[in-house]
Nanobody, 124 residues
């Protein structure tokens, strides 16, 4: 069983930065590809970023490319999302997800485990 707990969300002004963390309670964290998704009020959950088990491969949604950076520390069983130049349209609940695979992409159905989410609110 994999438990994922996100943290680091909160209110921030437009143009600001936040760093989200996702702590994984699992043996063999490095066996899992990881991803970040988000869901804004009244909208469907959407892909944000993904990273391979080793961290050597990453993939971003066009809407966050150049502003967000996904990374992981396998020694600490932790996934990160550094978010810079935040915009009001980035406001959403952010979820981390795990897939027992070398790499998973933007399709949420590929992920086996999900965290409970952390709220990010960007004001203009």
């Amino acid at each position: 069983q994999v438990q994922l707990v996100e943290s680091g969300g909160g209110p921030v002004q437009g143009g600001g930065s936040l760093r989200l963390s996702c702590a994984a309670s699992v043996r063999g964290f490095s066996n899992y590809a990881m991803g970040w998704f988000r869901q804004a009020p009244g909208k469907e959950r959407e892909f944000v970023a993904a990273i391979s088990w080793s961290g050597g491969r990453t993939y971003y949604a066009d809407s966050v490319k150049g502003r967000f950076t996904i990374s992981r520390d396998n020694a600490k069983n932790t996934l990160y999302l550094q978010m810079n130049s935040l915009k009001p349209e980035d406001t959403a609940v952010y979820y981390c997800a795990a897939a027992l695979a070398d790499y998973s992409g933007s399709y949420s159905g590929e992920y086996d485990y999900w965290g409970q989410g952390t709220q990010v609110t960007v004001s203009s």
